[in-house]
């Protein structure tokens, strides 16, 4: 497997919920480096444009709404494989259907409001880890 890099969002519920440290340590404890991090409170513009492949979809508004209501944190994890082992640690969109054990199954409350973001193929991750972090904020180790 290829070493790889991928964007995660805690979303402000899971700020809210003050899980932050805890979901850093299934980062952790799954095989991933934080080598990027910052705590942000997207404006509608940023939160609009980070979901701009969703911009046809019914939640649109609902899910810009929820992604600006407070702070997130965004980080970039870097690993073996980390699109998919990132992907594996959050469990399914919706909680309801997440795995026991994985970071929505445990955090999350609803569809919407599902406690991370993770990019799903390591072409998004590309794009997404360009579109909030310079490479000088990247620490690779
Ligand atoms: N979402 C929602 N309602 C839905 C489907 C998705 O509010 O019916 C939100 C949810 O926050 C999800 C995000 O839109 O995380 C992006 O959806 P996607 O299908 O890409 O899921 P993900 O990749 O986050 O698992």
Redesign the pocket.
């Known amino acids: 497997m290829a070493l790889e890099r991928t964007l995660s969002i805690i ?1 402000p519920d899971a700020v809210a919920k003050n899980v932050i440290g805890e979901i850093y340590s299934r980062f952790e404890k799954g095989g991933l480096k934080v080598v990027a991090s910052k705590m942000k409170h997207l404006s509608r513009k940023e939160a609009e444009g980070f ?1 701009a492949v ?1 911009s046809e ?1 019914p ?1 649109f508004n ?2 810009v709404e ?1 992604m600006i209501s407070g702070p997130v944190m965004i980080q970039v994890l870097e690993g073996e494989g980390a699109v998919l082992k990132n ?1 594996e640690l ?1 469990g ?3 909680p309801k259907e997440a795995a026991a054990g994985t970071i929505r199954a445990d955090f999350a409350d609803s ?4 406690a991370v ?2 990019s ?1 193929s390591a072409e998004n991750a590309a794009i997404e880890i360009a579109y909030f972090f310079a490479s000088t904020e990247v620490f690779p180790r």
Request: glycine share 4%; proline share 0%; charged share 25%.
């Open positions: 979303k979901y969703h979809r939640f609902a899910l929820f992907r959050m399914a969109t919706n569809i919407d409001a599902n973001h993770g799903d």
